[in-house]
């Protein structure tokens, strides 16, 4: 996991830490996977900077890779 969170690419490590909280809760039954972390904490896993978390964020929502309701994050299951 490390080193796919290394990547240059900010859309595929913050994909691959929700991948990750998907595949834990993978008994859940609903279409998509809350995520339990703030942006600040997904930088700080990620090592990028909020502002770019934040961005990286509103552009995997507007290809539908996960939605945001009330400030929450949603990934969506494949």
Do not use: C
């Amino acid at each position: 996991m490390l080193f796919t969170i290394s990547s240059h690419d900010p859309t595929h490590q913050l994909q691959t830490v929700m991948e990750y909280f998907r595949q834990y809760n993978s008994s859940n039954s609903r279409n998509s996977v809350p995520i339990p972390l703030s942006r600040k904490q997904l930088a700080g896993l990620t090592g990028l900077r909020i502002e770019t978390v934040i961005r990286t964020i509103k552009k995997m929502e507007r290809q539908n890779m996960l939605r945001i309701e009330q400030g929450k994050i949603y990934y969506a299951k494949e």
